[in-house]
């Protein structure tokens, strides 16, 4: 399965560090965010990813070009640039990277990697996100709900935008991106889709959040998968720094890898 990975904005809440770098580059500990995205993911054997570039994008590349450089011991001869791998370290993932455009919202950088992700079952997170959800219980749940559309149902603090669930609290009947009255549960992100989705996107200004998933809402083909384990965004310096200090802890909660 693959997954795709929305990694082109411009994370202005967090200027500090996104002026000079994109926002999924932000490291935590040794490794920017979206590598701890991609071990998570990387567990669940899910190994196949598709990268939404936008903003700095170069940087991203860079990154994953010389990424078993960095991570191999090697030896190099500076007169002829020849380079000898010692100890190979690198990751079983396949990435393709694509510029989904510098203005393009969620929506219109989904629909620009259309041709890759082909007819198959996916899935599809944020780069900015980090959690412990079973992504086998996760992809299992959507297959049982037959919708086109699953996503990860959190507990937020009270600045994210909200939605109703239905009786059975499995179908989500309105989608609303950020409405004046709180309720229990959030967008987490942390999606499974299947290809029918693209019928709901129109074009570069698509916003995913907005009218796709509010149609698939009202239509009956948006599912929320309840996570009531560890999930937080990194909107803030704020939330860097409290993701940092997790890492550094004995047991970051989001590591369920070795």
């Given at each position: 399965?693959?997954?795709?990975i929305?990694?082109g904005?411009?994370?202005?809440?967090?200027?500090?560090?996104?002026?000079?770098?994109?926002?999924?580059?932000?490291?935590?500990g040794?490794?920017?965010?979206?590598w701890?995205?991609?071990?998570?993911?990387?567990?669940?054997?899910?190994?196949?990813?598709?990268?939404?570039?936008?903003?700095?994008?170069?940087?991203?590349?860079?990154?994953?070009?010389?990424?078993?450089?960095?991570?191999?011991?090697?030896?190099?001869?500076?007169q002829?640039?020849?380079?000898?791998?010692i100890?190979k370290?690198?990751?079983?993932?396949?990435?393709?990277?694509?510029?989904?455009?510098?203005?393009?919202?969620?929506?219109?950088?989904?629909?620009?990697?259309?041709e890759?992700?082909?007819?198959?079952?996916?899935?599809?997170?944020?780069?900015?996100?980090?959690?412990?959800v079973?992504l086998?219980?996760?992809?299992?749940?959507?297959?049982?709900?037959?919708?086109?559309?699953?996503l990860?149902?959190?507990?937020?603090?009270?600045?994210?935008?909200?939605?109703?669930?239905?009786?059975?609290?499995?179908?989500?009947?309105?989608?609303?991106?950020?409405?004046?009255?709180?309720?229990?549960?959030?967008?987490?992100?942390?999606f499974?889709?299947?290809?029918?989705?693209?019928?709901?996107l129109?074009?570069?200004?698509?916003?995913?959040?907005?009218?796709?998933?509010e149609?698939?809402?009202?239509?009956?083909?948006?599912?929320?998968?309840?996570?009531?384990?560890?999930?937080?965004?990194?909107?803030?310096?704020?939330?860097?720094?409290?993701?940092?200090?997790?890492?550094?802890s004995?047991?970051p909660?989001?590591?369920?890898?070795?």
């Amino acid at each position: 399965m693959k997954a795709v990975i929305l990694a082109g904005g411009y994370g202005t809440r967090i200027s500090e560090e996104t002026s000079v770098k994109p926002k999924p580059m932000v490291r935590i500990g040794r490794y920017p965010i979206l590598w701890h995205i991609l071990k998570h993911y990387s567990y669940y054997h899910i190994r196949d990813f598709i990268i939404c570039c936008g903003y700095k994008g170069e940087m991203i590349k860079e990154f994953f070009l010389n990424y078993h450089l960095m991570e191999s011991d090697f030896s190099i001869d500076l007169q002829d640039k020849n380079i000898e791998i010692i100890n190979k370290k690198t990751e079983p993932w396949k990435i393709t990277l694509v510029d989904t455009g510098e203005h393009s919202m969620t929506g219109g950088r989904l629909k620009r990697v259309r041709e890759y992700v082909g007819d198959n079952t996916f899935c599809m997170t944020y780069g900015d996100g980090l959690s412990d959800v079973n992504l086998d219980h996760l992809i299992r749940f959507h297959k049982n709900q037959q919708t086109l559309a699953t996503l990860t149902a959190v507990r937020p603090p009270g600045r994210f935008g909200v939605f109703k669930l239905d009786s059975e609290q499995t179908r989500i009947h309105s989608f609303l991106e950020k409405p004046n009255e709180g309720a229990a549960w959030i967008n987490g992100g942390f999606f499974v889709l299947e290809a029918g989705i693209f019928d709901y996107l129109e074009s570069d200004s698509t916003v995913w959040e907005k009218e796709p998933l509010e149609n698939l809402s009202r239509n009956g083909e948006l599912s929320a998968f309840k996570h009531t384990g560890f999930w937080q965004p990194m909107d803030t310096l704020r939330d860097k720094h409290y993701l940092q200090q997790l890492w550094e802890s004995d047991d970051p909660p989001w590591k369920i890898w070795t």
